[in-house]
Structures are given as structure tokens and as C-alpha cells.
């Protein structure tokens, strides 16, 4: 267990506070000496390195615990839940990263793991749609593909809005190679990859009339996609399982919000 902000200025004695001088530079001397009585003695150093148990005990008589200290000595049992979940995601998460170099088990699949890459990447999904865009001929068929440019920009901006709320930072065994990355893509929760794989294929399924193999192969990709980014090592198994979740319910948004001509008229004179 942690010690607490208090404890530990206690522990480290004289090496914790600053003051300036008059010409402006630092100099370091103890605040601590004037703050907490418990600091000084050899007795105080050590109940603080005594068991969480006995160090409450001793500590009672004397100085009250704040109350954030007493959360650390009592963790949920949600919050031991959770970080087991993701020690155990980080666990798994490099042992799947088979292409992440390679010198890997895998790693002369990379190559491959690196083409499914682009296959999801951002720039030829919203290059592709624009050309469909300027191709489409008919009213019906410049709907569809306007709300998937609609949906295509929507992902990025929530991808985006949510790494940089959450920042986890990408597996430590990832090499970053990508081509074409924003600021925000340092970080890897949610998958990008994921939300837009899981999107395009449930909004193509939805508007697009294919054949069963094509469907079939549609949900494939969406799949390998989600994979790949874990043996590249760019992510770890909760980034693409949540980025998955995400993609599945944007796509819900963009059905809610969709474009039409009677909604968006302007849109469609042009
Ligand atoms: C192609 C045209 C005409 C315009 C491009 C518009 C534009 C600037 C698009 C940005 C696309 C882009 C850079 C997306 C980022 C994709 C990416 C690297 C996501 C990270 O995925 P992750 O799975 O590693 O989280």
C-alpha cells in the first residue's frame, strides 16, 4: 500500500520542500520539520514503513488520516476488479502481439497485418466515399453515401474526444509506424481501427443490397480488422473490444441523426 502525501514527507525528511530567494533562485530547505512532529524521530520513519494495520494503529493517538488515505487502505472491490481486469488485458495483450516486430513469432505476417491496417485507416475510407460521392447519380445513391461521409467524420471526431479524455498510451511493445496520425492517435483507447470497421460494416449492411458471401466477408474483415490491432502490438484487447461497442452504437447515432433531403435540403441542391 501506497504511503500517504503525509507519511511520505515524513519518511524523506528534508528532501521535500522549496522556497525562492530574494534573487529569484531556488533553495531548498525543510518544511517539514515545522509541519508534523511525527517527522524527525528514528521511531517516526519507522511506524511509517510498518504495515498498513499497525501504522493505522500507531497513528490514531496522534494525527488523523485524511480521508483519501483511508480509501487507498480500503479499495473497492470494484476497483480491485478493475485493475485486475486490466493487468490482465495488458497480460494478454502482449502475448497476442505476435506481429508487433519482426523478430516476433509472427512477425513475418506484419506485412499482411499492416495492408488490413489500411484497409481501416481513416484517409482511403473517407477518399473512397468522396469519389462515390462524386459519382452517384441518383438522389437515393447520394443519401446513403453522404451519411457515410457523415458517419466516417462523426468516428473521427468521437475516436478522437475519447482517447483524449481517457489517454491510455499504446501497448509498450508497439512500434509506431503508422502513416497519417492525428496528435491524439498516441493513445490507444478506443481502436479507431475497430470503431470504424464495426460502423462501415453495420452501416453497408444496412444500406447496401449484397449477396451472402459479400455480407459474410464484410463481417469478416470488420473481425481481422479488430485483431490485427492486437498482434501489431498498436493496441491492447480492451481498447478494440470497447472500440467495437463504440463503432456499433455511432452507427445507431448516424441512423438517428441521418441526413436526408427533407432534414438537409441545402445539402443535396448542391
Ligand atoms: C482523403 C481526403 C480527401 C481527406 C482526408 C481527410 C482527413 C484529414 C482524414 C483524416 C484521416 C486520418 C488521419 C485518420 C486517422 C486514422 C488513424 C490513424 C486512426 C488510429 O487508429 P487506431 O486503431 O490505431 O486507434
Redesign the pocket.
Known amino acids: 500500500m501506497m504511503p500517504s502525501p503525509r507519511t511520505t514527507r515524513a519518511t524523506v525528511g528534508n528532501s521535500t520542500s522549496s522556497a525562492t530567494t530574494s534573487n529569484g533562485k531556488f533553495e531548498f530547505s525543510s518544511l517539514v520539520n515545522s509541519r508534523t512532529p511525527l517527522s524527525d524521530s528514528p521511531s517516526a520513519r519507522l511506524r511509517a514503513s510498518e504495515s498498513p494495520v499497525r501504522r493505522k494503529d500507531s497513528l490514531t493517538s496522534q494525527q488523523v488520516l485524511p480521508e483519501e488515505d483511508c480509501m487507498k487502505l480500503n479499495p473497492s472491490f470494484l476497483g480491485i476488479a478493475f485493475r485486475s481486469l486490466l493487468a490482465i488485458d495488458l497480460w494478454l495483450s502482449k502475448r497476442f502481439g505476435v506481429c508487433a516486430e519482426e523478430h516476433c513469432s509472427w512477425g513475418s505476417a506484419r506485412p499482411l497485418m499492416k495492408l488490413i491496417e489500411v484497409s481501416g485507416?481513416?484517409?482511403p475510407w473517407?477518399?473512397g466515399t468522396?469519389y462515390c460521392l462524386y459519382k452517384s447519380d441518383s438522389l437515393a445513391a447520394q443519401e446513403v453515401v453522404l451519411n457515410l461521409l457523415f458517419a466516417l467524420i462523426l468516428d473521427?471526431i468521437l475516436v478522437g474526444l475519447v482517447k483524449g479524455a481517457v489517454k491510455r498510451r499504446r501497448p509498450t511493445h508497439n512500434r509506431m509506424d503508422?502513416f497519417?496520425?492525428?496528435s491524439v492517435?498516441k493513445y490507444?483507447f478506443p481502436?479507431?481501427?475497430?470503431t470504424r470497421a464495426a460502423m462501415v460494416s453495420r452501416f453497408l449492411l444496412n444500406h447496401l443490397v449484397l449477396a451472402i458471401p459479400v455480407r459474410v466477408l464484410l463481417m469478416l474483415w470488420a473481425v481481422i480488422v479488430g485483431f490485427s490491432?492486437v498482434m501489431l502490438g498498436?493496441?491492447n484487447i480492451t481498447d478494440v473490444a470497447f472500440g467495437f461497442l463504440m463503432g456499433y452504437m455511432q452507427y445507431s447515432l448516424v441512423e438517428y441523426l441521418w441526413l436526408s433531403p427533407s432534414t438537409v435540403p441545402a445539402l443535396f441542391s448542391l
Do not use: C, K, P, V
Request: without cysteine; proline residues 0%; charged residues 15%.
Open positions: 485507416h481513416g484517409i473517407i477518399a468522396l473521427l503508422m497519417a496520425t492525428f492517435d490507444s481502436s479507431g481501427h475497430a490491432r498498436r493496441h
